[in-house]
């Protein structure tokens, strides 16, 4: 029987955000609606069959922040303790010994003081958990998600809706992908370097991953080889203009972004050549291809012949 599960969305590019979501799951072979997306909110509500198909689906979004299951909601803190103990009881027996903790995420909200923090889940005491608190590793997380919104760039007092849930899974961005990948962090960038968070974004929605081969004919200093990279793809990359593809000094070259990333054994290779008057073989297959095609103005570079 298929539950209910809360997404957490970021609030960047929320128009890739539903097609990013898609791709995943198709990439993992889960069936699911889409359908309440908005894009006006970072919070979404799906059916899924269980814990494992939401946590594969969300393990490598970067639209997304977390999914939970979701054990109740409602417009204020007395509807939403209605809820959960009118839908969620079956799951408590489970947890009851666990160790655990509780989190809050507030959405265009103000900070509270861990003393109203620790009175805000206080008010859970009905659940009864025996488990130890642990406020490093527990092996569950309870999750309150408050949604305010603001008025004269302050927030209101009084949350607009609240959900709770159980923890299943932070997104690739959560954990970091988005830090890792900032470009001023590498060794090796130019002025036209493309954005690193939607070269991750393509890559999801090309269906990167181990075991497939990924092409960028207009590869650059390498942004979307890094990506593809990152989601475990193999990378070849190709240019017309060599300059990029040697890089400034030795230090400062594709092959040193990979050792930097410690994804070396994924890339192939980057070579200068047209790629209308490519030097593949005929046979050779190519999973996805992800560019960012060159206009031509920025860096001065002609078409050498149109397909």
């Not at 488990?131 to 607009?160: C, N, W």
């Not at 207009?218 to 890094?226: D, E, K, N, P, V």
């Not at 594709?254 to 890339?267: A, D, G, Q």
Request: hydrophobic share 35%; glycine share 6%.
């Amino acid at each position: 029987m298929a539950k209910k599960y809360l997404v957490y969305l970021a609030q960047s590019y929320p128009n890739f955000r539903k097609a990013e979501l898609e791709s995943l799951a198709v990439l993992n072979n889960i069936k699911v609606d889409l359908s309440s997306h908005d894009e006006s909110s970072p919070f979404m509500i799906v059916e899924l069959e269980n814990d494992d198909e939401a946590y594969r689906w969300i393990d490598r979004s970067i639209l997304s922040r977390g999914i939970y299951e979701l054990w109740g909601h409602g417009a204020n803190l007395e509807e939403l303790h209605k809820n959960v103990q009118e839908t969620s009881k079956q799951y408590w027996d489970e947890y009851m010994e666990t160790s655990f903790k509780f989190d809050i995420i507030s959405y265009q909200g103000g900070k509270r003081s861990r003393k109203q923090q620790i009175e805000l889940f206080e008010t859970f005491s009905y659940l009864a958990f025996k488990g130890a608190i642990k406020m490093k590793s527990p092996d569950q997380t309870f999750t309150i998600l408050e949604k305010y919104h603001v008025i004269d760039r302050k927030p209101v007092e009084i949350a607009d809706y609240i959900w709770f849930g159980r923890e299943i899974n932070l997104s690739a961005r959560s954990k970091g992908a988005l830090d890792k990948y900032l470009i001023p962090q590498r060794p090796y960038y130019g002025t036209t370097t493309f954005d690193s968070e939607l070269a991750l974004i393509t890559c999801n929605l090309s269906l990167c991953g181990p075991g497939k081969f990924m092409y960028d004919p207009f590869t650059g200093t390498g942004a979307f080889l890094y990506a593809g990279a990152f989601f475990g793809s193999s990378v070849f990359g190709s240019d017309i203009d060599v300059r990029p593809l040697r890089g400034k000094n030795k230090d400062k070259t594709i092959k040193k972004n990979f050792e930097y990333y410690k994804t070396s054994t994924l890339f192939c290779d980057a070579v200068c050549m047209d790629f209308t008057n490519n030097s593949f073989r005929k046979d050779f297959l190519i999973d996805s291809i992800v560019c960012d095609p060159p206009y031509g103005v920025r860096e001065g570079l002609k078409v050498c012949e149109t397909i």
